[in-house]
């Protein structure tokens, strides 16, 4: 039977895109690569699902940078207000704990999925879950979407297959192959949301430290201005966190570049060089802090004290006053600014999402309709746009896909 729409993919957009043409009273296929629907967004926000945010419009397309104004009428057809409706009527509640970040109720991924999953079968939805589609091509009207072992036709496509971060949740960059096809380029995918590595051996000696409100710069005069503020932590090679996590998708594509990226990491976020100077004469008056070791304890975990007065040639155990002007001014400089190169990721297998994708010039924003080909549509990650941590991806991923599944003439 001829589909009126096939979606390939069964991730956040190619459920909502499923469900808004059905509930259009079109006759839907999804295929899906997994042997089950929304394996990603069962792992999303470490099992609890961050859905959405509370940003205004303006604010969330902000955060994805040059390109967030595409977003425009995705947003507007279904808003993080209209996101938290949708669930509340397919029975998933939704709360704010943070004032910032929105969860479902109960913060378990499962609920969210049961919930699609019903309204998936509600809308009677045909759903072939183990179905890897391996090319798409169109004949007059009409698009055959073949796999393996099967050909499928529709009038309409929406390929919502995601980008290629963790490939073990389905999505392995098998979108771009399929848009490629049919005459689309892509944008260079780079990994992004993930831990880096890091030049310096020392961090081994700090890990599983975390430090809160860190700022992190790009120390290279062109990119001064990507910069990222939150906790980190030090790893066995390099470092992690919410901070990094938001970092690296800048990093990326300068990796690729560059190979090595300085860095500096302000890990008194709230103190400048004169500041620490003061603060550290202040303490010494008191004579509090006998050693080296101790002063800068006063300010940073004891593993990082020690790692920074090293590095700076100081002595632990010998006091602040009487270390060298050049070692004082050094180590002043290390705890304020302290430089790391960036010296690799961990590729796509720890990459929370993928930088990169569709080319946007290549897709009508106000219907998610490719400009290339009539009656194909793209949706999510699958599309070059990528937001921070926070429910941002999520949220852009519903809202494409509610957009794509209305399927404009
Ligand atoms: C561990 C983790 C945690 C995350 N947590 C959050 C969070 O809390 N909040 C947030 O906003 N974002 C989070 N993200 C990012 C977010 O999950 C993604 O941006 C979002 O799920 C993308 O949705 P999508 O539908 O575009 O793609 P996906 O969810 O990746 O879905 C694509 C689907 O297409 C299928 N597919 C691929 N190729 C084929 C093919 N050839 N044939 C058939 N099917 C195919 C895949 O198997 C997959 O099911 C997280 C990501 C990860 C990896």
Known sequence: M????IVVGAGACGLMGAIVAARDKKRVLILEKMPKVGVKLKATGGGRCNLTNSL?????????????????SALEFLSSKGLREFFAKIGVETDMPDGFRIFPVGHNSQTVLDALNSEIRRLDIEVKCSCEVSKISKESDQFIVSSKNQEYIAKNILLATGGMGYPKLGSTGDGYRLAKMVGHTIKEPHPAMMPLKTKENWVAN?????IANVTIEVDIKKYKKLKATGDLIFTKDGIRGPVVLDFSREITPLLAKYKEVPIVVKLTNFLHYDELYRDFKNKLSSGEFRTLLELVKSVLPQSVAVELILLSGGRLD??????SGIIRDSL????????????????????MITRGGINLKEVDSKSMQSRVVKNLYFCGELLDLDGPCGGYNLQWAFSSGALAGKLHP
Not at 2 to 5: S, V
Not at 206 to 210: G, Q
């Open 2 to 5: 001829i589909k009126d729409l």
């Open 206 to 210: 700090c890990r599983a430290d975390t």
């Open 332 to 351: 002043i400089k290390n705890i304020v600014q302290t430089p790391l190169t960036i010296v690799g990721d961990n590729g796509f297998d720890m990459a």
């Open 56 to 72: 205004d419009a303006d604010s969330f397309m902000q955060s994805f940078g040059k390109s967030g104004r595409f977003m425009s």
């Open 318 to 323: 010998v006091p602040f006053s009487k270390q």
